[in-house]
Every structure is written in C-alpha cells, then in structure tokens.
C-alpha cells in the first residue's frame, strides 16, 4: 500500500532551521508531483511548497527566501529545508503526492503529518 512517511519536525528557536523528509513507498515516485502542507490549530491546511515531476517548485509568498523543497527520486524521498523560522511557522506539516493520469484519475496521497514548533 502506499504509505508517505514525514519525518525531522521538532521545537526550534526563531531563527532556527529544520529539515523535513518524506520518503515515499507503494507509488512510482518520479512520476508524482510532491507537495508540503501545514496546518496551524483553528485554520485552515495551506500548501506551503511543492515540486513537480520535472523538477518545477512553486511557494507561499510568506515562506520565499526562506524554505527550499526538493527531491531525491533515488530515495524516493522529498525534503522541505525550513530556514529562518519564525514563531508563525508553527503548524502540523504534512507530505503530499499527486498523479493525474491521462485518463484523468487522480492518485492523491498524505502523510500523517510532523509538528514543527517555533518557540523560544
């Protein structure tokens, strides 16, 4: 089956940097487009990164400069390198990955979700 495993979260100080994984199994990984999530008590999941199939990486405007996603399609793994955090970026993060086929079926896939703390 397929399972998408976080992992790195943890408490860090302003300022601090964290660096979150995801490795992937049961999905042909190279294909799918990955994306981080996160979602802070009371609102809503955002999508705070996401790197395509072909290497393509979009941001939320408040995390540019400062967070970098990437991808390792050897290791089936993709990673969100968090650099400057702020007390804002507190939230559970979440990986995600998604295929649509050229029939257009959709394979929507989610982790079960690392907490990142930023706190003094």
């Known amino acids: 089956q397929v399972q998408l495993v976080e992992s790195g979260g943890g408490l860090v100080q302003p300022g601090g940097s964290l660096r979150l994984s995801c490795a992937a199994s049961g999905i042909t990984f190279s294909i799918y487009d990955m994306g981080w999530y996160r979602q802070a008590p009371g609102n809503q999941r955002e999508l705070v990164a996401q790197?395509?199939?072909?290497?393509?990486?979009n941001y939320v405007e408040s995390v540019k400069g400062r967070f970098t996603i990437s991808r390792d399609n050897a290791k089936n793994t993709v990673y969100l390198q968090m650099n400057s955090l702020q007390p804002e970026d507190t939230a559970a993060y979440y990986c995600?990955?998604?295929?649509?086929?050229?029939?257009?079926?959709?394979?929507?896939?989610w982790g079960q979700g690392t907490q990142v703390t930023v706190s003094s």
């Open positions: 790197i395509s199939s072909g290497g393509t990486t």
């Open positions: 995600n990955a998604y295929y649509r086929s050229r029939l257009s079926t959709a394979y929507d896939y």
